[in-house]
């Protein structure tokens, strides 16, 4: 095998979803860089690898880096991998490509399976356009912030949440983007106990807050964008037209509120249009 530092993706879940050339890798590897050796080890022990491991993570001492520039350096190949899927999405690791590149030495991916798309494939959500956003914080104030920030972003949005943080993220997320916009759960992918839902977020934030067993385990959260129309009206546009249209004709409405703010009267009726069939399906 050529030298070089290779970016190995593993199971996120059912093992037979491993690749014939991950495996080959692994196994041909001088040398396995693990973010948790432990849980590496189970895995090349189910494919009779045996492989040497080291740890390393974004809080690893030089020391690690070190041994691995050293592998490369006499010529051998190191295999880069996460606890689950692809290495470096939300995962430890692009500082060590970084420096190995920086070095000059190669780096190439192998590519499999990853939790991120695997949900959006499944989720019946626009795939056009989409936006990964990794964790939210953790603190209260600050992950309703960033959802704020995020509320009026047309593509489509793909979380990673904790389990114990699932319920009150949710309920965040029905808060700034509001009860109707469409989300997925998908929890456990490939796993035994996988959950695919897709629902309005209020009553995904109340189905996971009545049953405690979909708030365990791996999560990813997909969440439709806001409608264009919406993204381009400020909340405070919205109010003055949907309260102008309480006294005036929506097509008068609209253009009213076009020559204040410089805004297309099409858009402007057209968004009334929509929050009037809005309210009467509620």
């Known amino acids: 095998m050529e030298s070089g530092l290779y970016v190995v993706a593993t199971p996120i879940g059912n093992l037979g979803d491993i690749s014939a050339r991950a495996v080959e890798v692994l196994a041909a590897a001088d040398l396995v860089a693990a973010e948790d050796t432990r849980h590496s080890l189970r895995l090349l022990q189910h494919f009779n690898i045996s492989t040497p491991l080291q740890a390393y993570h974004d809080h ?26 692809t290495p470096l999405i939300s995962d430890p690791g692009y500082r060590l490509v970084r420096e190995v590149q920086q070095q000059g030495y190669a780096v190439r991916p192998v590519p499999g399976a990853c939790a991120a798309i695997a949900a959006l494939s499944a989720s019946g959500l626009p795939t056009d356009r989409f936006l990964f956003e990794g964790f939210l914080p953790a603190k209260a104030g600050a992950r309703s912030s960033r959802l704020q920030a995020l ?76 409608r264009e129309q919406q993204a381009a009206i400020s909340p405070e546009v919205g109010q003055l037209l949907q309260r102008l249209a309480q006294e005036l004709p929506a097509r008068r409405a609209a253009a009213v509120v076009a020559d204040c703010t410089g805004l297309r009267k099409k858009l402007l009726y057209e968004y009334l249009l929509q929050y009037k069939t809005d309210g009467d399906s509620d």
């Open 60 to 85: 690893s001492d030089p020391r690690a880096l070190r041994r691995v520039t050293d592998c490369l350096a006499g010529g051998g190949a190191v295999a880069l991998v996460s606890d689950a899927g």
């Open 151 to 226: 509320a009026g972003a047309t593509a489509t949005l793909v979380f990673y949440e904790a389990p114990h943080r699932v319920a009150a993220t949710l309920a965040a997320m029905v808060s700034c983007f509001g009860p109707d916009r469409e989300a997925l759960l998908a929890r456990e992918l490939t796993k035994t106990f996988e959950t695919l839902r897709r629902a309005p977020l209020a009553e995904l934030a109340g189905f996971v807050a009545a049953d405690p067993n979909q708030q365990r385990g791996e999560i990813v959260l997909v969440v439709a964008g806001c």
